[in-house]
């Protein structure tokens, strides 16, 4: 039980020293996130696209 505790304490005190990022900094890192994803979701879509219509045409 003691090690338990001295865990959950171990974890505290390390939690204090984290650089948290401020909230420009998250904004702006989910900003790029978002783009991002969307970008890949618009491109693997038209991939997509471009390949059915092939295969419709093959077959």
Do not use: H, Q
Not at 25 to 53: E, H, R
């Amino acid at each position: 039980m003691k090690k338990l505790f001295k865990y959950f304490k171990d974890c505290a005190n390390e939690m204090k020293r984290v650089a948290w990022p401020n909230k420009a900094t998250i904004i702006s890192s989910t900003k790029i996130v978002l783009v991002t994803t969307v970008i890949f979701a618009v491109l693997l879509g038209l991939v997509d696209f471009i390949l059915m219509k092939a295969i419709y045409l093959l077959f």
